[in-house]
């Protein structure tokens, strides 16, 4: 089974501050996803990446930044968080290729709470 | 990518079969249907993939009607484990991120 690991947990920001939200993936895949859940909208695909050193926006990337530096790290990055970006954070990773898309492996997420 | 209708809620007892319905309409021939489910403080998770007639697996079924416009997941003597949103995503494999829509709540009571 694919593990996705996020840390931390839970987070509490202040306003203006800069958070950092950890992803790691042990199963080598290519690619890695950032997405974020509130209550009334789905998983909503913030960024995403192909590989090491590679980053993508995706449908919200406004007030986001993404890094890959390596194949199993993948980071989320809010340099100066605000209260709208309260909401719980999913990575994924995936692996391309094969007769049909790619399936996902989720972490458990991290709530971010941001004052 | 075609878009997604699903029932936003259902509920069922424990040891029913409960069929999750999923139109979409406008899918496209290089399409494939997906599934996933989540439960609370948990990421989703895959269940089942298909691109015609009759899939099943260990956890779940999957059926595809002859036009595509419309599959059913079928989940056997349903459990509390079971409780969770379910999510239809079809995509093809050009390498986008899944879109998750807002799924259907399946509820199950003892």
């Known amino acids: 089974e694919a593990a996705v690991t996020q840390s931390p947990r839970n987070k509490v920001a202040v306003t203006g501050g800069k958070v950092t939200l950890s992803c790691n993936q042990t199963n080598n895949h290519n690619n890695m996803y950032w997405y974020r859940q509130d209550t009334g909208h789905g998983l909503r695909l913030i960024h995403y990446s192909y590989g090491a050193g590679s980053t993508e926006k995706g449908d919200i990337p406004d007030g986001y930044k993404a890094s890959r530096p390596s194949q199993e790290n993948f980071s989320l990055i809010l340099e100066l968080a605000t209260p709208s970006q309260t909401s719980v954070y999913f990575c994924?990773?995936?692996?391309?290729?094969?007769?049909?898309?790619?399936?996902?492996?989720f972490g458990s997420g991290t709530r971010l709470t941001v004052l | 990518l075609a878009k997604t209708t699903q029932p936003p809620s259902m509920e069922a007892y424990e040891g029913q079969e409960v069929n999750v319905s999923c139109s979409h309409t406008?899918?496209?021939?290089?399409?494939?249907i997906y599934w996933y489910r989540q439960v609370p403080h948990q990421g989703p998770q895959f269940i089942i993939q298909?691109?015609?007639d009759y899939v099943v697996n260990e956890v779940a079924s999957l059926f595809i009607s002859a036009d595509r416009k419309l599959s059913t997941l079928s989940l056997p003597w349903v459990s509390l484990r079971d409780a969770a949103v379910y999510y239809c995503i079809v995509t093809d494999m050009g390498g986008r991120a899944l879109i998750f829509g807002t799924g259907t709540t399946v509820s199950v009571s003892p």
């Open positions: 406008n899918i496209a021939t290089s399409e494939y």
């Open positions: 298909g691109y015609k």
């Open positions: 994924a990773s995936g692996r391309t290729g094969g007769a049909s898309a790619e399936t996902l492996y």
